[in-house]
Nanobody, 124 residues
Framework: QVQLVESGGGLVQAGGSLRLSCAAS????????MGWFRQAPGKEREFVAA????????DYADFVKGRFTISRDNAKNMAFLQMDSLKPEDTALYYC?????????????????WGQGTQVTVSS
């Protein structure tokens, strides 16, 4: 099993940036595809971005393309989500997740391990 802990959330003005981190323990993340998801109040959890085991391949939801960047550092057992040009509609609880399945997928049901989430609030 792998335990995931997110950090880096906070309150930021529209147009600002935040960098979310996901630290893993219990298993090497190099064996897992990693994903970021978010859930706003009253809405379902939605896919944000994913990165393959080696970091070679990435995938983004259309609403974050060009603004968010997913990355990972397998040596440090961490994954990251750089969020730029933030909008009020990006306000949500952000989760990182790990999947041992292949290939890299968007569905949340394909991810076996989840963190507790970190809150991102973007003011207008």
């Amino acid at each position: 099993q792998v335990q995931l802990v997110e950090s880096g959330g906070g309150l930021v003005q529209a147009g600002g940036s935040l960098r979310l981190s996901c630290a893993a323990s219990g298993r090497m993340l190099s064996n897992s595809n990693m994903g970021w998801f978010r859930q706003a109040p009253g809405k379902e959890r939605e896919f944000v971005a994913a990165i393959s085991r080696s970091g070679t391949n990435t995938d983004y939801a259309d609403f974050v393309k060009g603004r968010f960047t997913i990355s990972r550092d397998n040596a440090k057992n961490m994954a990251f989500l750089q969020m730029d040009s933030l909008k009020p509609e990006d306000t949500a609880l952000y989760y990182c997740a790990a999947s041992i399945l292949a290939p890299m997928l968007r569905g949340s049901g394909n991810y076996q391990n989840w963190g507790q989430g970190t809150q991102v609030t973007v003011s207008s």
